[in-house]
């Protein structure tokens, strides 16, 4: 059974940056078929929307919630199968897990981010 798989996070401080990655377990998943999207859990918090990439291959195919516009950028290699968060000044209230899905019911495991000094 395919799955999402998760990686790059880790522990950096205030103002730094970050990029997770999501493949697939199975080359042959191809997330490039896909609108991907990236959400994240803090402790004691409900799961919410970070921001997702279209299958548009270019323009304006990216939305960002509030909190995060500005400061994310989301991108995709079609060739790599990976999708990218790039997270740049890192504030604590990021802190959480991350977790990418393919817009239906395929999620990864998720991956601890933490923003502390």
């Known amino acids: 059974q395919v799955r999402l798989v998760e990686s790059g996070g880790g522990l950096v401080q205030p103002g730094g940056s970050l990029r997770l990655s999501c493949t697939a377990s199975r080359v042959s998943f191809r997330l490039g078929l896909y609108t991907m999207h990236w959400y994240r859990q803090a402790p004691g918090k409900e799961r919410e929307f970070v921001g997702s990439i279209s299958t548009i291959p270019s323009g304006n195919n990216e939305m960002y919630s509030d909190s995060v516009r500005g400061r994310f950028r989301i991108s995709r290699n079609n060739e790599l199968n990976t999708v990218f968060l790039q997270m740049n000044s890192l504030e604590p209230e990021d802190t959480a897990v991350y977790y990418c899905?393919?817009?239906?019911?395929?999620w990864g495991q998720g991956i601890q981010v933490t923003v502390a000094s």
């Open positions: 899905n393919n817009g239906e019911q395929l």
